[in-house]
């Protein structure tokens, strides 16, 4: 399975921006997507994540209300929604796709596949 984000950029507190992330391969296994962040300096935490079938979906308490994750079966795509962002948000975002059901959603080695990341920055 391949993973290709894109829509990072730079934006003001407040704003938003939307993240998107192509599967291609064997898209047939996967189970779950989510999204992970990376600040400098910091661990690698779970942002968001979406079970392909039924679409139930997982947040880290610090961004629900404000992110959405979202999916496109016919795509393969998955969508990360961010609004009212913070400075706190700034990081890299990298996706990822598990193709096991049984681990639990917010722990990173759930995840088989990973993409490249896509940065975000919001000023303050």
């Known amino acids: 399975v391949q993973l290709v984000e894109s829509g990072g950029g730079f934006v003001q507190a407040g704003g938003s921006l939307r993240l998107s992330c192509a599967a291609s391969g064997r898209t047939s296994s996967i189970y779950r997507m989510g999204w992970f962040r990376q600040a400098p300096g910091k661990e690698r935490e779970f942002v968001a994540a979406?079970?392909?079938?039924?679409?139930?979906?997982y947040y880290v308490d610090s961004v629900k209300g404000r992110f959405t994750i979202s999916r496109d079966n016919g795509k393969i795509t998955v969508y990360l929604q961010m609004n009212s962002l913070k400075p706190e948000d700034t990081a890299v975002y990298y996706c990822a796709a598990g193709v096991a059901g049984s681990y639990t959603a917010g722990v990173r080695g759930s995840y088989n596949y990973w993409g490249q990341g896509t940065q975000v920055t919001v000023s303050s």
């Open positions: 979406i079970n392909w079938t039924g679409g139930r979906t």
